[in-house]
């Protein structure tokens, strides 16, 4: 391999590997958990406590359905704990009109998968 043919790979693994640097930088910008207080407001919206928040809903509605507990088979009651769980992370949940709130989520959605 001559001295020229060298530069030129090295360039061209260079290149490849600043190009793999930017998407794994672009790539984390996607990779955000879901805000438990925005989970809260969509899931309450589509429950039929406050509005339905459409296309903003979507990706929060589906982090909730996305906790799932299986062991091996789906299970219900520890779904239904670990969505709650997540949700009371969201300050204002405990008071008592959104803990209400809350339980109506989880009698309609907590326990499907």
């Known amino acids: 391999m001559t001295t020229r043919s060298q530069v030129m790979q090295s360039r061209t693994l260079l290149a490849a590997l600043a190009i793999g640097a930017i998407g ?16 809260y407001t969509c899931m309450a919206g589509v429950s039929g406590v406050g509005t339905p ?15 799932q507990v299986w062991d091996p ?3 219900s009651g520890s779904t239904a704990t670990a969505r709650r769980q997540f949700l ?8 008592p009109t959104n803990l209400a709130i809350l339980n109506a989520i989880i009698a309609q959605w907590g326990y499907s998968p």
């Open 53 to 67: 928040g459409g296309a903003a809903c979507t990706a929060p509605i589906a982090a909730f359905h996305a906790i």
């Open 24 to 39: 794994l930088t672009v790539g984390n910008a996607h990779a955000q958990a879901a805000d438990p207080c925005t989970v």
């Open 88 to 95: 009371m992370t969201c300050p204002g949940v405990q008071e």
């Open 73 to 75: 088979e789906f299970d």
